[in-house]
T-cell receptor
């Protein structure tokens, strides 16, 4: 049973609009969450993180929201750009980084 | 500064053959990780190391062995390859104080026939 779920395999958004990528988790011991972006034939690159003591973290066009009671987090990208087209992975840790569990990923396509 | 490098980039093995994947990092990171990525399953942790000479099992360790003899290198071995080990393998490293930010290599695509 997957502990980290990304129920939307793919998402298409028009350039300039908001992209919202969702992630759900089942393990209440998770205390740190990250988002990674992956382009084809490359390794994932770190995007943004959030600790369980916060409910929001912002970095430029990227904002991550955490709802601990619902065991849900989301990544907002505003405005979306064609270069944002990639696979986005949500990951969670219960031990501040020694061991991460990744979701299956959501492929985002930003249409010009 | 090359970051995290992986050797080789591609490999085709026959069932039963053995091979070693090499990961090297030049960022002086303490932590290193090996993941595999399969379609629809994200990245799954195989083994990891929190320092030179130490290793630990991840989520899917069976069929793999690892060694961390030098801080900058993390080796992943397949003693007797099986078709189920066909996958893309990623190595990553991180610093303990910033363990949430893992730096990934470009990946090794392995096919076992």
């Amino acid at each position: 049973d997957q502990q980290v779920k990304q129920n939307s395999p793919s998402l298409s958004v028009q350039e300039g609009r908001i992209s919202i990528l969702n992630c759900d988790y089942t393990n209440s011991m998770f205390d740190y969450f990250l988002w990674y972006k992956k382009y084809p034939a490359e390794g994932p690159t770190f995007l943004i993180s959030i600790s369980s003591i916060k409910d929001k973290n912002e970095d430029g066009r990227f904002t991550v929201f955490l709802n601990k009671s619902a065991k849900h987090l989301s990544l907002h990208i505003v405005p979306s750009q064609p270069g944002d087209s990639a696979v986005y992975f949500c990951a969670a840790s219960a031990d501040y980084g020694q061991n991460f569990v990744f979701g299956p990923g959501t492929r985002l396509s930003v249409l010009p | 500064n090359a970051g995290v490098t992986q050797t080789p980039k591609f490999r085709v093995l026959k069932t039963g053959q053995s091979m070693t994947l090499l990961c090297a990092q030049d960022m002086n990171h303490e932590y290193m990780y090996w993941y595999r990525q399969d379609p629809g399953m994200g990245l799954r942790l195989i083994h990891y190391s929190v320092g030179e000479g130490t290793t630990a099992k991840g989520e899917v360790p069976d069929g793999y062995n690892v060694s961390r003899l030098k801080k900058q290198n993390f080796l992943l071995g397949l003693e007797s390859a099986a078709p189920s080990q066909t996958s893309v393998y990623f190595c990553a490293s991180s610093h303990p104080g910033q363990a949430y930010e893992q730096y990934f290599g470009p990946g090794t695509r392995l096919t076992v026939t």
